[in-house]
Structure formats: structure tokens, C-alpha cells
């Protein structure tokens, strides 16, 4: 069964330095998403990505973070200078229609990078 | 501010018996609600979705849905030990972005 996968598990990094998270949707998907689960509290939304442009972000996503589809597989999440309190789970999800023609837009979840920042 | 509201347990069953986890949820235009299954340290595992008022039935689990009281509810027959785990009901308009609930942890004792 297709599934999304992400890399690395675990990132360990200094506050301040820059990190790259990896996902690799399923390959029929269309959209792609960023989640954060902070250690303890709900998953939050951080940004949605469509047709190599951003869809939708929260206001957690601020200058600090980007995305992107480098390819026509990989989807990163880069965030520039880690600080302490982006220490999270982050989830990389995608899903195929993002309910358009008013089909349930299903999101399948990765399994998730942990970064901690030191 | 869009918000999904879960009442944190832990619910505790035993082993054989009904489950009932339940979410509220503010925004009235929210379209389709789903549960997803978290185990500690893991990522959201999705259960079921359901996006019509009424019941919707899959092997154990019975997913409930009342928009005219922004009420979701999940009902998880003959519970196992392995159902033990945080169930996070989330909810979104179509293409947007899943509001999750902060979960009820369930513990089914054997």
C-alpha cells in the first residue's frame, strides 16, 4: 500500500542553525501539507503547497519557514534558523483532490520527523 | 478562531466493552469530520471519515455526525487492549487544512 514517507526520523540541531525536512508523497497526490506536534499538545497546521505554490499557511509559518517541490517526488519544509520552541513532531501529509468536485480529501500522514533543538 | 474541542480523558473500558469518544467543533461551515488513531510517539493513522449527518459504520467503529449541533462521535464496539491509544477527531472545509481536537486518550484494560 503507497504511503508518505519522511526523513530524517530525528534531527538533532543547534538553535539558530538551518534544518531540511523531507517527504515523499504518495505519487498520485496533488496536495501536500506540513504539520507540527509540539510534545504534549494537538497537531497544528503549518502550510499546504498545490501546483508548486503555497495554498493556504497559519500563522505559525512565518519568514522562518519555506517550502518546496524540488522534484517530482521530494516536498521539504526548511526552516531557517531553528529556535528552541521548534522543538515538534513534524508531519508531512498529503491527500489526491484536496476536495475538489466535492470529494472527501482524505490525508494520509508520514511518520513524522522529530526535531529537537538544542 | 476555528476550534475542535475533546474532552482529554483518559477513558478507561474494559476489555469487550463500548468505547464513546466525542468532539464539538466551532466552525459551522466545517464539511468533512474525521478520526484519526495516534499511538505514543507515532504519527495520525486514520480511522474513518464522515461528511453526512447520520451514522457510518466500519467493522468495530461507528463514526456519528450531527452538524445542526456541531457534534461528532466515535463508538468503538468489543474494545481491545490495542485500541488503546489517543483518538484526535479533526474537521475541514474541502482543500483546506485538518483543525485537530487535542485527543482522548482511551484505555481498554484487559
Known amino acids: 500500500e503507497p504511503e508518505v514517507t519522511q526523513t530524517p526520523s530525528h534531527q538533532v540541531t543547534q538553535m539558530g542553525q538551518e534544518v531540511i525536512l523531507r517527504c515523499v508523497p504518495i505519487?498520485?497526490?496533488?496536495?501536500f501539507y506540513w504539520y507540527r506536534q509540539i510534545l504534549g499538545q494537538k497537531v497544528e497546521f503549518l502550510v499546504s503547497f498545490y501546483n508548486n505554490e503555497i495554498s493556504e499557511k497559519s500563522e505559525i509559518f512565518d519568514d522562518q519557514f519555506s517550502v518546496e517541490r524540488p522534484d517530482g517526488s521530494n516536498f521539504t519544509l526548511k526552516i531557517r534558523s531553528t529556535k528552541l520552541e521548534d522543538s515538534a513532531m513534524y508531519f508531512c501529509?498529503?491527500?489526491?483532490?484536496?476536495?475538489?468536485?466535492?470529494?472527501?480529501?482524505?490525508?494520509?500522514f508520514g511518520p513524522g520527523t522529530r526535531l529537537t533543538v538544542l | 478562531q476555528k476550534e475542535v474541542e475533546q474532552n482529554s480523558g483518559p477513558l478507561s473500558v474494559p476489555e469487550g466493552a463500548i468505547a464513546s469518544l466525542n468532539c464539538t467543533y466551532s466552525d459551522r461551515g466545517s464539511q468533512s469530520f474525521f478520526w484519526y488513531r495516534q499511538y505514543s510517539g507515532k504519527s495520525p493513522e486514520l480511522i474513518m471519515f464522515i461528511y453526512s449527518n447520520g451514522d457510518k459504520e466500519d467493522g468495530r467503529f461507528t463514526a456519528q455526525l450531527n452538524k445542526a449541533s456541531q457534534y461528532v462521535s466515535l463508538l468503538i464496539r468489543d474494545s481491545q487492549p490495542s485500541d488503546s491509544a489517543t483518538y484526535l477527531c479533526?474537521?475541514?472545509?474541502?482543500?483546506?487544512?485538518?483543525?485537530f481536537g487535542k485527543g482522548t486518550t482511551l484505555s481498554v484494560s484487559s
Open positions: 501529509a498529503s491527500t489526491t483532490s484536496g476536495g475538489a468536485f466535492g470529494i472527501t480529501d482524505t490525508q494520509y
Open positions: 505519487s498520485n497526490h496533488l496536495y
Open positions: 479533526a474537521v475541514n472545509q474541502a482543500g483546506t487544512a485538518l483543525i
